[in-house]
């Protein structure tokens, strides 16, 4: 008998739609300064973003450890902080997981640890590492088959999760010590198999839904997470930067099949309507009412302000979504878009 979850529906969300990811701020592709950094951080704060999310394994500690550096003098009644879990990081000098997208020096390695014990300490090493006394969301990480670690094993990392950090995150959930709880990883299958055998509040869904991919997540996630009150964040929502030009596609190189032919149909008619492909891309992953957040990387100030203004000062025409939905290149029933921030 599958478990039946009856929670009250008023869970936790962002404070705001518009959120900064965390992998840029942890030299993802590339190594970015302490100063880009700050600014960036403090950028995203003035134009009213007040969520921002980071991992132990971004930049094994670095992000971390400069978001909680920049969050630490800010109040923290006005801002969303989530992390993450899965991985438990020890001193190792000059580490370095195969070919990652963590650029720079790196003093610390990882091992994989998803038992209840393992969580706690997990978060409490967060804490200590970011310098800050609370979190308020924790994703378990990472555990997907698309992770070069796990593959086709991913299923026993599952199966050490769900009896373990699962669990436990719902005690710290029901303790206040955590306002919410998810999974964050970068493919549906966990995703959905955490709805069938636990309760989560909230998840982290990145790759998973933006112009160029999203049917999946639109008509199995979304629908199955709306029934039980669940939110959804939309991590990499530019495909961790394909769409914003960069030459990868969600966080390596290998292109998918039909991806250009795609991406060149969507410029066509943006540029027919005169839509900028930034705002459309953000736009389209927020309006969907089960997203409760859309979590864009960067790493300098500009960046920052190119986002917000491609959001807030930006209006896109009807016509464009529904010349994009009469040549099939985004579902029929794709939500049209709202305002992300506030």
């Not at 705001?16 to 590339?30: D, P, W, Y």
């Not at 003098?73 to 969303?80: A, D, F, G, I, R």
């Not at 636990?198 to 999946?216: C, F, N, R, V």
């Not at 290998?254 to 027919?272: C, D, M, T, W």
């Amino acid at each position: 008998m599958k478990p039946c979850f009856q929670r009250d529906q008023a869970r936790y969300r962002p404070l705001t739609r518009l959120g900064l990811g965390g992998v840029a701020i942890g030299n993802g592709f590339q190594v970015n300064d302490d100063l880009a950094s700050y600014q960036t951080m403090e950028a995203a704060w003035n134009a009213g973003i007040r969520y921002f999310d980071t991992s132990p394994s971004y930049g094994m500690g670095i992000s971390e450890h400069r978001m909680g550096l920049f969050l630490s003098n800010k109040p923290k009644q006005e801002y969303t902080l989530s992390s993450k879990v899965g991985r438990i990081l020890h001193p190792q000098e000059n580490f370095n997981s195969r070919k990652s997208i963590w650029k720079g020096n790196h003093n610390f390695g990882y091992r994989y640890d998803y038992t209840a014990s393992g969580t706690r300490r997990s978060i409490e090493d967060s804490l200590q590492r970011m310098g800050i006394s609370s979190v308020d969301i924790v994703f378990i990480h990472d555990i997907s088959p698309e992770n070069a670690d796990m593959k086709e094993n991913w299923t026993e990392y599952f199966n050490t999760a769900q009896h373990g950090a699962m669990p436990e995150l719902s005690k710290m959930r029901e303790e206040g010590i955590i306002k919410a709880w998810g999974i964050g990883v970068n493919s549906i299958k966990p995703i959905l198999k955490t709805l069938e055998v636990a309760d989560p509040d909230i998840l982290l869904s990145a790759t998973q839904y933006s112009l160029i991919h999203h049917d999946e997540e639109l008509n199995l996630v979304f629908p199955r997470c709306e029934e039980r009150g669940i939110s959804v964040v939309v991590g990499a929502p530019l495909n961790a930067g394909f769409l914003a030009g960069k030459e990868r596609f969600d966080y390596g190189t290998v292109y998918p099949e039909g991806v250009f032919k795609k991406l060149s149909g969507i410029q066509n008619i943006a540029e027919r309507h005169e839509v900028s492909l930034l705002s459309a891309a953000l736009q389209f992953c927020a309006a969907p009412e089960v997203v409760s957040a859309v979590i864009p990387g960067a790493h300098l100030p500009e960046q920052v302000s190119e986002i917000v203004n491609s959001i807030n000062n930006y209006t896109i025409p009807d016509s464009f979504w529904e010349e994009l939905k009469m040549e099939g290149l985004i579902a029929e029933n794709a939500p049209a878009p709202v305002s992300m921030l506030g």
